[in-house]
């Protein structure tokens, strides 16, 4: 059987590779605390799951329109209106299989071969992987802890050039949780104000878990209006990973023609989700303020853990579920059988010396680090950061 050389554009994401190996430790029956994945280790909440289960009673079990329920986009321009002052109409609503689906739709609805698309690093995993895909040149600009993981507008102005399609960025951000304030935003605002033919994509799935207030989207920008996709989804704010919901609010043209690939690939997202969905969003924010504060409590237990580690240096996530420390300083040193030469080698050492797992930091564009996902319990997160220390203490 020959496959498709396509195939040989993407690769399987780093993320999903470390939880593979986890998993296949943990059979052997080693104990290891999974610190890779960006997964809420809460359950739905319970009014939500209600929602669900009345759906099926109701019998919302038969093919759903390809853009989503009316009431869900309808639903969905509601919440813009209320937690972000956007207005938006249903029209310009599309509702997808998970955030990373409607984050394929807009790319390969945008880019042509040889358009190049700006990601600033670090960044998600799956934003150059959908670019190459689609035959799109990306076009890295690295940006590292010294100025929080954040691209400054004038590094943005001198990234911009006339073949220049599309900038993706995330705010709050995996995998550093840095968050862009609206003096950021606007400054960056200014720059595509300038360069009318970029759009830009939005990635606010960590929207709620924002540990500085208020959530700021560079849609707010009246003269970006039109240029601007907004991806977001249910699987971190409301513990929904496994019901694979995600949204973007964008215009109306780009709609249909997302729509248009969405009707020949997966047609309309669950139903029963969708039902769930609604009720989420038009309903108590209660048990999501409850597990950001949750997040904030472990955030600052493993911060001041990693800051008490000699060699480590890192920043203050302020969204997000995520640690990004700077491990380079380990670079060339052992244990006496494990020599460190790299990120990946410092996340197979944690995996195999302290029975952590981790995902190097390559993987996300930025060599000198790696990132540990602090969403599970304080009490597995005590033990983790105890391992990792006691490892670290072993290279010399």
């Known amino acids: 059987m020959e496959l498709a050389n396509r195939l040989d554009l993407i690769t399987e994401p780093q993320t999903i590779k470390m939880a593979k190996l986890s998993r296949e430790l943990k059979a052997q029956g080693i104990n290891i605390i999974d610190l890779s994945l960006g997964e809420p280790d809460f359950s739905t909440p319970t009014h939500i799951c209600d929602a669900a289960k009345k759906a099926i009673d109701d019998g919302y079990t038969k093919y759903p329109p390809v853009a989503g329920y009316p009431e869900l986009r309808d639903a969905i321009c509601a919440k813009l209106k209320r937690d972000n002052g956007l207005d938006y109409v249903r029209e310009e609503i599309l509702v997808s299989t998970g955030a990373k689906h409607s984050l394929a739709n807009a790319i390969l609805a945008l880019v042509n071969p040889g358009d190049e698309v700006i990601i600033p690093t670090p960044y998600w995993v799956t934003y150059s992987s959908q670019v190459q895909f689609a035959e799109g040149t990306v076009k890295f600009i690295d940006c590292g802890i010294d100025s929080d993981f954040k691209l400054t507008a004038e590094r943005l102005e001198a990234a911009i050039n006339d073949k220049t399609k599309l900038f993706i960025f995330s705010s709050p951000c995996n995998p550093t949780g840095s968050v862009y304030s609206k003096e950021e935003l606007a ?13 830009i994509i939005s990635d606010e799935i960590y929207e709620y878990i924002n540990y500085k207030g208020e959530h700021q989207s560079i849609a707010q920008f009246s003269e970006l209006r039109d240029r601007v996709i907004i991806v977001n989804g249910m699987s971190k704010g409301f513990a929904m990973t496994g019901w694979r919901l995600g949204y973007m609010a964008a215009p109306k043209e780009l709609i249909q023609a997302c729509e248009k690939l969405q009707a020949q690939f997966t047609s309309g997202t669950n139903s029963i989700a969708q039902r769930a969905a609604i009720t989420a969003l038009t309903g108590s924010l209660d048990e999501t303020h409850k597990m950001t504060e949750a997040f904030r409590e472990r955030r600052d237990y493993v911060i001041a853990a990693l800051r008490d ?8 996530p302020e969204g997000a579920f995520y640690a990004f420390p700077n491990i380079s300083s380990f670079f060339g040193k052992s244990d006496g059988s494990t020599t460190i030469n790299n990120d990946e080698d410092f996340s197979m050492y944690l995996l195999h010396k302290a029975n952590v797992a981790t995902v190097y930091g390559s993987a996300f564009g930025n060599p000198n680090c790696i990132r540990i996902s602090f969403a599970t319990s304080m009490e597995q997160l005590k033990d983790a950061m105890g391992r990792i220390c006691a490892a670290l203490k072993q290279l010399h």
Request: charged residues 25%; aromatic residues 4%; positive net charge.
């Open 187 to 199: 400054a960056l605002a200014r720059v595509f104000k300038r360069h009318p033919r970029v759009c």
């Open 309 to 316: 580690m000699p060699g480590v240096k890192i920043n203050m």
